[in-house]
């Protein structure tokens, strides 16, 4: 039987972030493939890509691929009536939809992607495979989880909040592992990054007064689906007894 041919992989939402960004602040450019700026994009997609451990043929993320995709945002665009090419995924509309109306949140995520991949700051921490990334894609995703994991941090956390009140309890539901656990439970509590994951910045130091201290069920139930939710929205919707 024939190997199939090789095949570059589907565009991620964070490269495909980065397109979008570009399109919307080049409004009515006609994104052709020899344009500097539209191969200065793919170099910036490409590493992107790479980061996030995707490969591909020799036109992985090339000049002609972010023209293509810029053509599709257009296609998409509910303020241009000229329109582009009309096929693509259905993630660029969902994409479109999310940060259209928002460019400034739009560019701040798109700078914040851009950093972490140029700093190297790009923390290869195993994640669950049912664990869903932040609105603003997996690059920013995996400095949040490494960030929640930093052993250091976490165990000044707990000392801080332990010397506070006694004993170590979920900040929104007050669940405390060591009462309903013994000796088992004690000093155990997971640690949640409370800062948007799109105002990370490489480098920073993580403050005690942006981690929060929750159950392993209220955690998951911040990061279960997309955006995830605040602490205080947590709180808000937490039903009593």
């Not at 170590?168 to 155990?188: H, I, P, Q």
């Not at 910045?201 to 939710?229: F, Q, S």
Request: charged fraction near 30%.
């Amino acid at each position: 039987m024939a190997e199939k041919s090789k095949r570059n992989p589907n565009w991620s939402r964070d490269e495909l972030i980065l397109a979008l960004d570009f399109y919307v602040k080049n409004r009515g450019k006609s994104f052709e493939d020899t344009s500097e700026e539209v191969q200065r994009l793919a170099r910036e997609v490409n590493a992107v890509g790479r980061a996030l451990g995707l490969t591909g043929t020799d036109t992985f993320r090339n000049a002609v691929g972010a023209s293509m995709k810029l053509q599709n945002f257009r296609s998409r665009d509910p303020d241009v009536d000229a329109k582009g090419l009309s096929r693509g995924n259905r993630l660029e509309q969902v994409l479109m939809d999310e940060f259209i109306t928002d460019p400034a949140r739009l560019a701040s995520v798109a700078d914040a992607i851009r950093a972490v991949v140029k700093l190297g700051e790009m923390p290869m921490v195993s994640m669950a495979a049912d664990e869903v990334d932040a609105q603003e894609g997996r690059v920013l995703t995996r400095l949040h989880t490494y960030r929640e994991r930093d052993r250091a941090i976490v165990k000044r956390k707990k000392d801080s909040f332990r010397k506070r009140h006694g004993t170590l309890f979920c900040e929104v539901c007050n669940f405390d592992f060591s009462s309903k656990y013994g000796e088992r439970g004690a000093n155990f509590i997971e640690c949640h990054h409370t800062k948007p994951v799109s105002e990370l910045i490489p480098g920073e130091k993580t403050k005690l007064a942006d981690l929060a201290l929750l159950c392993a069920n209220c955690h998951r139930m911040v990061h279960a689906a997309r955006p995830w939710w605040s602490v205080e929205e947590l709180r808000t919707s937490l039903v009593s007894d």
